[in-house]
């Protein structure tokens, strides 16, 4: 990464001042950075300006010629080390049964014999009836495994299903669903814990090539940082892998903050994890991950209705009443936050449940920002609950993708009020906003955030408020709002420059604006880590 001064100033800026200290729509033109933190924002000129109006100062100055600064991107959810091994392969998304076919033929014919073949990212609207035959007719020796776009399921063909030991006799796990045919045979189609073997068995394979997991890590931290994603939650799970991070951040390699999660499956790993030297800014240690249900696409997002399109069947929960609340009893006497994965209705009431239930017994409860992963749909009686429970909503926007799909899945009614980032923005609800990378198609916040603006219906919300949510609604997601996640003095420099203003929407209602909005720079630290052209951020 190119460094510049430690100390200067941008000016010429148009820099929305979205920190609730300063009046509502007040915009300054210069920003000061220092040694990585914001010292000074505002007018040049003013009284206290280390520049003057025209632009001199006794510092470097970057002009950045009328361009929006606004701080950095703060992605809630992440799998960073999957978002860097599928940037190198095959992706499905989009593509029909005979696309597909065609592009597994093709990876087919470039592999050495045996070497097992993956893709990533098909889904049920384009490739609506999946079965191993079709990958047979492919391969009938050589293990397939096209993983389902959301990552809660895999279609597999004959081989893979043999190196799995699943046959007709097998029984679907506590947790999974093995699809079967009407002579019970196994389709093919591994749902939830019925597909993890094989996303276990891809881990451990990185994670025992120290280098490979480094690099997949950067990997997908600078693709993050190239659409000005400043800091991310992620899902990182594995020691090997925060140990590799705590690497590159000793070698100032690191493009972005990351806040590494723990599984609350793996007592193991996450036990190892707890032995990585984190730090207060770059590296730190984060919440523990629970999932409560499963995906929409899938069919195991737990719902209190049955699925429109499935009427025996409402979802999966992975927990118990009782064994959700032992987790959460055992979670706030430590003082630990949790992250818990909930996509349905039904997983989400079971959770405001539960720490209600404690609440009772332990006011502690309601302070520690526990997390609420997704809220894809949300009873509207539930609404209320989040912020009488201190509970946090962290979702994403770019599941908003197929609502043709979310309809015939919900039905009308309830994909009408799924995503309610409006209802819970007016019942006082904290909301952040992230991508859920790789597990959604996209992840580039400017696309997020025109997803929750533009969308239609009424739980459509401003690009004030989306910029928020995937800023200081992110910091306070993760408890870091006290240093970062707005523009303001005392805050650390982590800003992005784009061509043009998004909120311009607000006050016209011209889409152009924001759909032309791209990310030039990216600072992170008061250091470019991304430039769309080499030299465009040049302090003079």
């Not at 699943?166 to 939830?192: F, N, V």
């Not at 276990?200 to 931290?221: D, F, P, S, T, Y």
């Not at 979310?406 to 904290?430: C, F, K, N, V, W």
Request: aromatic share 8%.
């Amino acid at each position: 990464m190119r460094r510049v001064p430690r100390e200067y100033v941008i000016y010429h800026a148009h820099i929305p001042l979205l920190d609730p200290s300063y009046p509502t729509d007040s915009v300054a033109d210069s920003v000061h950075v220092d040694d990585g933190i914001i010292r000074w924002v505002g007018r040049a000129g003013a009284a206290d300006a280390p520049i003057d109006g025209e632009g001199r100062s006794r510092l470097p100055v970057y002009d950045a010629r009328g361009a929006t600064v606004l701080p950095g991107f703060i992605d809630n959810h992440v799998h960073t080390l999957i978002s860097g091994d599928q940037a190198s392969q095959p992706h499905l998304y989009g593509l029909e049964e005979a696309e597909i076919v065609r592009t597994v033929r093709e990876l087919d014919s470039r592999l050495p014999a045996g070497v097992p073949l993956s893709a990533y990212g098909w889904d049920y609207p384009f490739w609506p009836q999946p079965h191993r035959r079709i990958l047979d007719a492919i391969s009938s020796d050589r293990p397939i495994v096209l993983y389902q776009f959301s990552g809660h399921g895999a279609c597999v063909n004959s081989a893979m299903l043999r190196v799995l030991e699943i046959t007709r006799g097998t029984p679907d796990p506590s947790d999974g669903h093995i699809e079967r045919d009407s002579d019970g045979e196994p389709t093919g189609i591994l749902r939830e814990g019925a597909s993890r073997p094989i996303h276990v068995k891809r881990l451990q394979e990185i994670h025992r090539n120290r280098e490979l997991a480094q690099e997949l890590l950067l990997r997908g931290l600078e693709t993050f940082a190239s659409h000005g994603i400043t800091g991310v939650g992620d899902n990182t799970w594995y020691a090997g892998s925060a140990f590799a991070l705590v690497r590159l951040r000793k070698a100032e390699r690191l493009p972005c903050r990351i806040t590494c999660w723990s599984l609350g499956r793996s007592p193991r790993e996450a036990f190892g994890m707890r032995f990585a030297r984190y730090d207060r800014r770059f590296v730190r240690r984060g919440p523990a991950k629970h999932f409560l249900d499963g995906a929409f696409s899938t069919r195991t997002a737990a719902l209190l209705e049955p699925y429109a399109d499935d009427p025996e069947n409402s979802g999966t929960e992975m927990f118990d009443n009782e064994a959700l609340f032992r987790i959460l009893r055992r979670l706030t006497l430590f003082g630990r936050q949790g992250a818990f994965h909930a996509i349905g209705d039904r997983a989400v009431r079971q959770f405001l449940d539960a720490v209600e239930r404690l609440a009772r017994r332990s006011p502690r409860a309601t302070r520690l920002r526990h997390r609420l992963e997704h809220c894809q749909l949300v009873s509207p009686r539930d609404i209320d609950r989040f912020a009488r429970l201190g509970v946090h909503a962290a979702a994403q926007p770019h599941a908003i993708a197929t609502p043709e799909k979310d309809e015939q899945l919900l039905g009308s009614e309830r994909a009408a009020r799924a995503y309610p980032y409006r209802s819970l923005l007016d019942a006082g609800a904290a909301l952040s906003f992230g991508s859920d990378s790789p597990a959604e198609a996209t992840f580039a916040p400017l696309e997020g955030i025109r997803r929750a603006v533009l969308r239609p219906g009424p739980e459509r919300i401003t690009v004030r408020e989306a910029i928020e949510c995937y800023t200081a609604g992110s910091a306070r997601a993760e408890g870091t709002e006290a240093w970062k996640g707005s523009i303001g003095a005392g805050k650390v420099a982590d800003l992005v420059i784009l061509s043009h203003d998004p909120t311009e929407f607000d006050r016209s209602g011209d889409e152009s604006a924001l759909k032309s909005a791209s990310v030039t720079v990216t600072i992170v630290d008061g250091q470019p880590v991304y430039e769309h052209s080499p030299g465009s951020y040049r302090p003079e």
